[in-house]
């Protein structure tokens, strides 16, 4: 069985960092691409950053020089640093594990609040 389970979210203050982190377990690293994702109510899951097994990233327009994935294929564990967070990041934050045949597994979410 895949389970996503992650971690690190909270509060912060506009301009702070945090570090998501999403251990990944019953899939092996070498299987599928992994990416995170955030969803506000009322709005559909924004694709933030992927990275294949390989370490291939790519990020979307609106995180791209402010959030950094990676990941440990020994810990089978994906990470996601955010810098400079700003309101508008507050966000409910998914990690996902994408198979080749489009198989899709998502962990539970963790909550992201930037405010003062």
Request: hydrophobic share 30%; proline share 3%.
């Amino acid at each position: 069985q895949v389970q996503l389970v992650e971690s690190g979210g909270g509060l912060v203050q506009p301009g702070g960092s945090l570090r998501l982190s999403c251990a990944v377990s019953g899939i092996l690293p070498s299987i599928g691409i992994r990416g995170w994702y955030r969803q506000t109510p009322g709005k559909q899951r924004e694709l933030l950053a992927t990275i294949t097994s390989g370490g291939n990233r790519a990020y979307g327009g609106a995180v791209k020089d402010r959030f950094t994935i990676s990941r440990d294929n020994a810990k089978n564990t994906l990470y996601l640093q955010m810098d400079n967070l700003q309101p508008e990041d507050t966000a409910v934050y998914y990690c996902n594990v994408r198979r080749l045949n489009g198989t899709n597994h998502w962990g539970q979410g963790t909550q992201v609040t930037v405010s003062s």
